[in-house]
């Protein structure tokens, strides 16, 4: 993905896309099923990524945290990185907008 975007994100935005990419592939391999698909595509001031699983059902939400708590930090992660990111009802599709600029 580095190769895809760093010509037109520039360093920060570029470490900020990988950061968030990184939480939202995990989160799919600790809590989801089969195959994980990952998207990515260049829209206007924001690249929209896109991860899925095969799971079913529980949409993921952000979680609360004690601050000492080690884990479940990611999709807090997500949103304050993120330009606005969601998931699509009953599935485990989640996206976030990272801004290029």
């Given at each position: 993905?580095?190769?895809?975007?760093?010509?037109?994100?520039?360093?920060?935005?570029?470490?900020?896309?990988?950061t968030?990419?990184?939480?939202?592939?995990?989160?799919?391999?600790v809590?989801g099923?089969?195959?994980?698909t990952l998207?990515?595509?260049?829209?206007?001031?924001?690249?929209?990524?896109e991860?899925?699983?095969?799971?079913?059902?529980?949409?993921?939400a952000?979680?609360?945290?004690?601050e000492?708590?080690?884990g479940?930090?990611?999709?807090?992660?997500v949103?304050a990185?993120?330009?606005r990111?969601?998931a699509?009802?009953?599935?485990?599709?989640?996206?976030?907008?990272?801004?290029?600029?």
């Open positions: 993905m580095a190769e895809r975007f760093r010509e037109q994100l520039g360093e920060q935005p570029m470490a900020t896309l990988q968030v990419v990184s939480e939202l592939v995990n989160n799919a391999v809590h099923q089969g195959t994980i998207r990515a595509a260049l829209s206007g001031d924001c690249v929209r990524v991860v899925t699983d095969e799971g079913r059902g529980k949409v993921p952000i979680r609360e945290r004690a000492f708590e080690s479940g930090w990611g999709l807090q992660i949103k990185l993120s330009a990111w969601g699509y009802e009953g599935t485990t599709h989640v996206w976030a907008d990272v801004r290029a600029a």
